[in-house]
């Protein structure tokens, strides 16, 4: 396997946020896996992740950043452990998690999970594979808080990813189609 292909958008994010990946090897991370409609959001996450480690003056470490069921995927921890940077990095993955599953693998544009059998896509209308269907609710882009009323796990507060705002906004869960999973 070539370990270093400048002219892949993927080796160029990689080489271009080298002290978040500690020199693993670009293939080692899983960023092969990544698709380029993803380029956009994937380098958002990256200058999030950076600019996170510089305001808590520690370090981002990713071992790994992958497309797993249409859903990016982030593996890093603070270095040294600074439980503050941490929920500030988990926010930045959430909210690149949630675009990713609804942003187009193939063009970038606003679109949906599909999916045919077990084989999950993100694409927008257009690029859609033929005979797909609809993954709904679409979860990587729902957020819900859970407690125990009356003796029973409910739905006490919902957010969804707002692909516009670029960030998750209170939302009802009836809205997200989640009615039926109280
Ligand atoms: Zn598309």
Same mark, same amino acid.
């Given at each position: 396997?070539?370990?270093?292909?400048?002219?892949?958008?993927?080796?160029?994010?990689?080489?271009?946020?080298?002290?978040?990946?500690?020199?693993?090897?670009?293939?080692?991370?899983?960023?092969?896996?990544?698709?380029?409609?993803?380029? %956009?959001?994937?380098?958002?996450?990256?200058?999030? /992740?950076?600019?996170?480690?510089?305001?808590?003056? $520690?370090?981002?470490?990713?071992? #790994?950043?992958?497309?797993?069921?249409?859903?990016? %995927?982030?593996? @890093?921890?603070? !270095?040294?452990?600074?439980? $503050?940077? %941490?929920?500030?990095?988990?926010?930045?993955? &959430?909210?690149?998690?949630?675009?990713? &599953?609804?942003?187009?693998?193939?063009?970038?544009?606003?679109?949906?999970? +599909?999916?045919?059998?077990?084989?999950?896509? &993100?694409?927008?209308?257009?690029?859609?594979?033929?005979?797909?269907?609809?993954?709904?609710?679409?979860?990587?882009?729902?957020?819900?808080?859970?407690?125990?009323?009356? $003796?029973?796990? #409910?739905?006490?507060? @919902?957010?969804? +990813?707002?692909?516009? /705002?670029?960030?998750?906004?209170?939302?009802?869960? %009836?809205?997200? $189609? !989640? #009615?039926?999973?109280?």
């Amino acid at each position: 396997m070539v370990e270093d292909d400048a002219s892949d958008w993927r080796d160029a994010l990689w080489k271009a946020n080298a002290p978040l990946f500690e020199g693993i090897p670009p293939f080692a991370t899983g960023i092969g896996t990544l698709p380029a409609g993803w380029c %956009e959001l994937v380098e958002s996450l990256c200058a999030r /992740l950076t600019a996170a480690a510089t305001a808590a003056s $520690g370090r981002v470490h990713v071992s #790994r950043l992958y497309e797993d069921r249409a859903v990016i %995927e982030v593996v @890093c921890k603070a !270095i040294p452990p600074n439980a $503050g940077l %941490e929920a500030v990095v988990a926010e930045v993955a &959430a909210r690149a998690a949630a675009r990713s &599953a609804c942003t187009c693998a193939a063009c970038g544009r606003p679109g949906a999970r +599909y999916r045919i059998a077990f084989r999950v896509f &993100a694409a927008c209308p257009l690029h859609m594979p033929r005979g797909s269907v609809e993954v709904f609710p679409n979860w990587p882009t729902i957020r819900v808080v859970r407690s125990i009323v009356a $003796g029973r796990s #409910r739905i006490v507060a @919902c957010e969804a +990813y707002d692909r516009g /705002l670029d960030r998750f906004v209170a939302s009802s869960p %009836e809205a997200l $189609g !989640i #009615r039926h999973f109280p």
